[in-house]
């Protein structure tokens, strides 16, 4: 019943930046924490950035803070992520998730509801 639509992947040079959207319908989206996940081949899925449901809070793993800035726009049930200074090991399938879980959740497993992914690909 819910469903979560990524958009705004695509090919980008080291250094470069993208923006990712979710789109989202179904549920009350301004009740969900709303989380980004990416997943290389060959490797484990790996939490990204968290904003909370109120909006006042965020977190990033280490490897992308300072860089990625995720934000929501509750009137169009949208969830961003800004990517600056893109680097070869960003790329990957990104996934949007949302959950009701309290808190800000890291782990996959604490979401119920997941887009199909887009992809970033950041050339050398």
């Known amino acids: 019943q819910v469903q979560l639509v990524e958009s705004g992947g695509g090919v980008v040079q080291t250094g470069g930046s993208l923006r990712l959207s979710c789109a989202a319908s179904?549920?009350?989206?301004?009740?969900?924490?709303m989380g980004w996940f990416r997943q290389a081949p060959g490797k484990e899925r790996e939490f990204v950035a968290v904003i909370h449901w109120t909006g006042d809070s965020t977190d990033y793993t280490d490897s992308v803070k300072g860089r990625f800035t995720i934000s929501r726009d509750n009137a169009k049930n949208t969830v961003y992520l800004q990517m600056n200074s893109l680097k070869p090991e960003d790329t990957a399938a990104y996934y949007c998730?949302?959950?009701?879980?309290?808190?800000?959740?890291?782990?996959?497993?604490?979401?119920?509801?997941w887009g199909q992914g887009t992809q970033v690909t950041v050339s050398s």
């Open positions: 998730a949302a959950g009701e879980i309290r808190g800000l959740p890291r782990l996959y497993r604490q979401y119920n509801y």
């Open positions: 179904g549920g009350t989206f301004s009740r969900y924490n």
